[in-house]
């Protein structure tokens, strides 16, 4: 088997207008939720829809593009990869987010 690879591919509708930071440093990063749906039937063969909800995270000129481009409710596709970081919350505990670190954002669908 060959070496597996940290890899993300992602089909789905922005989930709420992008937040864009300019950093100090002149770089841009963009935070933005993505809903992907699945579809399937049930016991009963009835039709059923799923929805999972991903956070992205776009920096540099992948951040430009979500700011330019990726508005609520756009479809587009993300190949990215999982990171997972740590906060503490204000009381002291500690949380952990996984995220979805954007490398290319293509806009689908119709303008």
């Known amino acids: 088997m060959g070496i597996i690879k940290n890899n993300v591919q992602l ?7 992008p937040t864009v930071t300019n950093l100090e440093n002149g770089k841009k990063v963009a935070r933005f939720s993505l809903a992907t749906n699945v579809f399937f039937k049930n016991s009963k063969g009835e039709k059923q829809k799923e929805t999972n909800w991903h956070y992205i ?17 756009k479809e587009i596709a993300v190949t990215g990869k999982l990171k997972t970081r740590s906060f503490s919350t204000d009381d002291g ?19």
Do not use: P
């Open 11 to 17: 089909i789905g509708n922005v989930g709420q207008e």
């Open 57 to 73: 995270v776009a920096w540099g000129k992948t951040a430009e593009i979500v700011e330019k481009y990726a508005s609520k409710g």
């Open 93 to 111: 505990i500690q949380r952990f987010v996984t995220e979805v670190e954007a490398r290319e954002i293509l806009l689908m669908g119709s303008k």
